[in-house]
């Protein structure tokens, strides 16, 4: 049984950096690509990054220049580096590993709160 523990959420203020990690328990042979989702109260969920098994990186372009995406193959393990955090930053984390076409897995999801 795989899971997903992410680490790293909290508190901060506008202007703040936060560092989150995301590790996979269990056994997976290989990971496609990972990613790093966030859902705001009252929005859908939407991709702020993704790493691809090559390193091939793409953001959102509201943390473009911002965040930082990058991954631990041999740990299994994603980070995303948060800085100049924006209060309209604020929501659940999630991180999600896709393994192939139509298998992932999802985190539990982490809470950041930016404030004013």
């Known amino acids: 049984q795989v899971q997903l523990v992410e680490s790293g959420g909290g508190l901060v203020q506008a202007g703040g950096s936060l560092r989150l990690s995301c590790a996979a328990s269990g056994s997976i042979f290989s990971i496609s690509a990972m990613g790093w989702y966030r859902q705001a109260p009252g929005k859908q969920r939407e991709l702020v990054a993704r790493i691809t098994s090559g390193g091939t990186t793409a953001y959102a372009d509201s943390v473009k220049g911002r965040f930082t995406i990058s991954r631990d193959n041999a740990k299994n393990t994603v980070y995303l580096e948060m800085n100049s955090l924006k209060p309209e930053d604020t929501a659940v984390y999630y991180c999600?590993?896709?393994?192939?076409?139509?298998?992932?897995?999802w985190g539990q999801g982490t809470q950041v709160t930016v404030s004013s």
């Open positions: 999600n590993f896709i393994i192939s076409v139509g298998s992932y897995y």
